[in-house]
């Protein structure tokens, strides 16, 4: 493919911008492996996707790597014990989600123990890929760049393409973060081996691994770990210029494909994970270890920031203490990076897969900004978009709820990257003006899906009606034939037959009448929804196509109709 | 709760406006050493007039003062307007020109960021229109001028009009090049004759040839600081170029070099920092390009054929109106989408 075709060449996006990088600092130390806390708080809702369902009850004992929730539905990761223990509590905390709204946890009292469940390594290079994907569905691995995807989803074959390259994205580009970094100096080996898992599992004859220039080390020792692989395993050193590790951004800097904006990099041969997450997959199947812990960067406004080996469920204050706690100063945590991260709702909160970072932030070096000036322009923005959308104009149809501008203009092609609102010389927060567009366009997408349902429901209804009435009107008819039994039998056979026909007739016109209503509504929005409204769309759609076949040739479209949509 | 980024790097719009304001002073130096310190004082009078009179229209429309005041851009308005207008203009002239660039252009359209024409160029085709004789009287440049002004005559002249005993206005004065050439030209002489004229220098206009390069230095400072884009300037100057080099090829006795042209009249200015005024352009990388190429060619249409002697002024007024227009026409492809 084009990748192997092009070695070593890159290719640029547009825009992206060159943050001050403030990753040397956590990286001085080596990764340690912070002790078992004594109470480990272990949100249900850690990853995208549905719940999963709790299969433990209060008071019961679990060993280390027990499951405690199994995956529930499509999209879904199990979450197991990160040590032996007691569940104290199964109930609604505090957990780390930018809403800052508290949701199911499960707290697990450590026994100090951290006794093993009999568990057992898979020999994946002989085994079924089906099967070792089916497998994952119980490891809990979940995407560990932040994004938090179960990952037995992306390795799933979808029967419709074929994966080619296996993108391992470890370019790390957001200011502070440094966990995958230590991650390859530290275990390149394992992550090579979880390339090649991950190779294996979806057939892809080539890996690119896309690191940073500003990760030198890191990117060496991947260089060794790769050489000692027999697998078709390239490290390619792409400048730093935030956000390249974008999935998107970065499967186009090392291929030069452009994965269009409404399908999955799948369907263009390419599928992509972060390095930590290949390393979770080989610790899996090499040691049967389900997903326990992760590395998080404790960094900015803190004693001694560095990087920790963390079992999920643990306090933050715990990973802060470890990093020689927090300034006086600090008046924030961040979640993620300065660009894309959030601010917890308070230190309360415990480390869930997704957490990749925190930042003990403080005045001096987030300050606010100024206040908002007008726009006037400059479209320094629109040189800073990675997307090459035109932030300015999204800007003021987001500012004003043009919504249908928005869309016209893509607002959902921007990747809250932050590019645009680093770069506004008025101060204009535009990623937020962008959130709360994004928020207006599914909230409108789902009234107008949930008023098309509304409306399919009582047009059913209505003919539903019409039909039972024409039943009745039939049964009456016939009771009436049946109490006329003495006139002549040749009438009445006559008049049964009639009301026959007359039924059909009836019906077959409402069910028209209907079908002609509905093959005018214009099709859905059709993306993430769930499968059962999915069939439902599917079923209508049908309906929808065979009425409209009738209605070609029956008779035009009357004003009325046309005002539906 | 979501609120990132939490970093931002970029020039304010008060530090932008002063590196504007910065890159005009070669300009200013140059005009100064080519016309005297009379400018001096028109520059002044334009930049009080600019933020008294925002100050008042921001108070009026319950704004902010002090915020708005200091992000520059009145005094960037009051600067090229009066940069544009004829160096020894009368006090009046040069105040009712930058009000009208300010309180009408500028505020009654809804102040920084909302007005969809360039204040200064509005100003400045409000003058012309209003006093074309005055607007079209130049000082010659004092190496050429028959009487020659101190700065304090100047200051005499610019407040009441007078002249120090002996001097006539015909000796201070004379006709730009560009307006020599177009009243010559209707008369059927020849370019090449034409250009014997003292008025002219070997490119443009004799000594005033320094201004405009020194236009050209303070732009390519504003190229290298980012603040300007760089398709703007080429875009105008190509365009203007190809198309006086077009007609000279063509006709060399009835149509001037293209050097003379980008050298002449408010090209340089115009290229460097009246086009790459943000707020009334476009936004798109290929608009930029249609945008300032569109007021080459119109400029030089204008100054051809027109009844004016420079088009700047009016090609960009009527490029100004487009600006929505190319925007929507030149929408760049989106990352993952076809054209």
Known sequence: ?565 | MLRSPYITNAPSVTVIMLKVLLALLPGIAAYVWVYGGGVLVTLMLASITALVSEAIMLKLRDRPIMPFLMDGSALVTAWLLALALPPLAPWWLVVVGTLFAIVVAKQLYGGLGYNPFNPAMIGYAVLLISFPVIMTHWPAPLALAEAKLGFMDQVNFIFNAGLPAGVHIDAISMATPLDYLKTQLILHHTVQDITQAPVFGVLGAKHGELVPAAYLLGGLYLVQQRIINWQLPTAFLGALALMAGAFYLADATHFSSPAFHLMSGASMLCAFFIITDPVSGPTTPRGKLVFAAGVGILTYLIRVYGGYPDGVAFAIIFFNICVPLIDIYTQPRVFGHEK
């Open chain 1, 1 to 565: 493919m084009n990748a192997i075709l092009n070695l070593g060449k890159l290719f640029k996006f547009n825009g992206g911008v060159h943050p001050p990088e403030h990753k040397q600092v956590s990286t001085l130390h080596p990764i340690s492996v912070l002790p078992v806390p004594l109470r480990l708080v272990l949100p249900l809702r850690q990853h995208v996707g549905s719940i999963p369902k709790v299969l433990v009850e209060v008071g019961q004992h679990v060993l280390k790597g027990q499951l405690l929730a199994e995956a529930e539905g499509n999209i879904s990761a199990a979450i197991h014990a990160p040590t032996s223990g007691v569940i104290a509590a199964i109930k609604d905390e505090l957990i780390p989600h930018p809403s800052g709204l508290p949701d199911k946890c499960i707290t697990l009292e450590s026994d100090g123990k951290d006794e093993w469940v009999a568990h057992a390594a898979t020999d994946w290079r002989t085994s079924d890929p089906l099967a070792l994907v089916a497998s994952l569905r119980q490891s809990g691995i979940v995407g560990l760049g932040g994004a938090a995807f179960p990952s037995h989803i992306k390795l799933r074959p979808d029967g419709k393409s074929e994966i080619r390259t296996l993108v391992i994205n470890a370019a790390e580009c957001e200011p502070y973060i440094t966990c995958d970094d230590m991650l390859m100096r530290e275990h390149a080996d394992e992550i090579v081996h979880g390339i090649e898992v991950a190779q294996y599992i979806l057939g892809a004859e080539e890996c690119l691994v896309g690191i940073e220039d500003n990760k030198p080390q890191a990117a060496e020792a991947m260089r060794i770990a790769c050489a000692n692989s027999t697998a078709n395993i390239r490290v390619v050193v792409v400048p730093t210029l935030y956000p390249s590790g974008d999935a998107r951004r970065l499967i186009h800097l090392l291929t030069g494909l452009e994965v269009p904006s409404d399908k999955r990099s799948t369907q263009v041969g390419i599928q992509c994970f972060n390095v930590a997450t290949v390393l979770a997959m080989y610790r899996y199947f090499e040691f049967g270890e389900p997903a326990l812990s992760r590395i998080v960067t404790v960094t900015g406004n803190v004693a001694r920031p560095g990087n920790f080996q963390v079992l999920f469920g643990t306090p933050f204050t715990t990973l802060l203490e470890a990093a020689g706690g927090a300034l006086a100063d600090t008046n924030d945590y961040i979640m993620g990076g300065p660009m894309m991260g959030f601010s917890l709702p308070s230190r309360e909160v415990s480390v869930t897969k997704a957490a990749n970072c925190i930042i003990a932030g403080a005045p001096k070096l987030f300050p606010a900004p100024p206040p908002a000036l007008p726009c006037i322009r400059c479209a320094r923005c629109a040189d800073a978009c990675p997307v090459s959308l035109q932030p300015q104009e999204l800007y003021w149809f987001s500012k004003s709820s043009n919504l249908e501008k928005a869309r016209e203009y893509h607002l959902s092609d921007c990747i809250e990257c932050g590019c645009c609102t680093y770069v506004c010389p008025s101060n204009i927060p535009l990623v937020q003006y962008y959130r709360y567009a994004k928020s207006e366009i599914i909230a409108q997408d789902r009234a107008k899906e949930a008023a098309d349902i509304a409306r399919e429901r009582n047009e059913f209804r209505l003919m539903r009606i019409e039909r039972e009435k024409q039943e009745r009107a039939q049964r009456n008819a016939q009771k009436a034939a049946g109490a006329q039994a003495a006139k002549p039998e040749a009438a009445n056979a006559e008049a049964d037959t009639e009301a026959a026909a007359a039924k059909k007739a009836a019906i077959a016109a409402a069910m028209e009448r209907a079908k002609a209503q509905k093959a005018e509504v214009a099709p859905q929005n059709v993306e993430v929804l769930k499968p059962a409204v999915e069939a439902e769309i599917a079923a209508i759609d049908a309906r929808r196509a065979e009425a409209l076949q009738q209605v070609a040739t029956a008779e035009p479209v009357t004003p009325a109709q046309e005002q539906d949509h």
